[in-house]
T-cell receptor
Framework: AQKITQTQPGMFVQEKEAVTLDCTYDTSDPSYGLFWYKQPSSGEMIFLIYQGSYDQQNATEGRYSLNFQKARKSANLVISASQLGDSAMYFCAMREGRGTSYDKVIFGPGTSLSVIP | NAGVTQTPKFQVLKTGQSMTLQCAQDMNHEYMSWYRQDPGMGLRLIHYSVGAGITDQGEVPNGYNVSRSTTEDFPLRLLSAAPSQTSVYFC????????????FGSGTRLTVV
């Protein structure tokens, strides 16, 4: 079964507008972490933001914020004031088994974001 | 620091050949993983390791072997290459559990003909 779901294969946003990229996850582990990564056309993987399952507040990093709704098992990425350089693939990822021998990170299928001037 | 170094960057194999993709990190990271990236499927976990001497299978382990004899190195072996293994392979490492994101290598683009 798919553990990370990203239902938006492709998204468009106008420059300077905000955009939300959706991510839902499935785990029975009470302690887990959620990540977002950016992959521009150059192919590198860039770590953007992290949210722990026990964190009380939503994570923020500059123009990125993570809208964490634990009961709904959703961890949406919000990018404010989009820039042309935000055009890239975005991957949601989940870390399970923290501190155990099966501590691993799995990724969703990704969302392609295009920022329109 | 070099970070995570993957070699080679590009490789073409014939069906049935074997090879090893190298991955080394100089950050003393405990956690290392191998992923393959195929269009529309994101990154899929092949094998991972939580420390030297400890490895486990991920989502798509068939056709691949790994070992972790040192903290620094985590090679991925293709036993008998198949066209279905044509992909971009990423190695990644992390300092530990918690809020530490993975640091990725630059990837190896493998084509099996």
């Amino acid at each position: 079964a798919q553990k990370i779901t990203q239902t938006q294969p492709g998204m468009f946003v106008q420059e300077k507008e905000a955009v939300t990229l959706d991510c839902t996850y499935d785990t029975s582990d009470p302690s887990y972490g959620l990540f977002w990564y950016k992959q521009p056309s150059s192919g590198e993987m860039i770590f953007l933001i992290y949210q722990g399952s026990y964190d009380q507040q939503n994570a923020t990093e500059g123009r990125y914020s993570l809208n964490f709704q634990k009961a709904r098992k959703s961890a949406n990425l919000v990018i404010s004031a989009s820039q042309l350089g935000d055009s890239a693939m975005y991957f949601c990822a989940m870390r399970e088994g923290r501190g155990t021998s099966y501590d691993k990170v799995i990724f969703g299928p990704g969302t392609s974001l295009s920022v329109i001037p | 620091n070099a970070g995570v170094t993957q070699t080679p960057k590009f490789q073409v194999l014939k069906t049935g050949q074997s090879m090893t993709l190298q991955c080394a990190q100089d950050m003393n990271h405990e956690y290392m993983s191998w992923y393959r990236q195929d269009p529309g499927m994101g990154l899929r976990l092949i094998h991972y390791s939580v420390g030297a001497g400890i490895t486990d299978q991920g989502e798509v382990p068939n056709g691949y072997n790994v070992s972790r004899s040192t903290t620094e190195d985590f090679p991925l072996r293709l036993l008998s290459a198949a066209p279905s293994q044509t992909s971009v392979y990423f190695c990644a490492s992390s300092r530990g559990t918690g809020h530490y994101g993975y640091t990725f290598g630059s990837g190896t683009r493998l084509t099996v003909v």
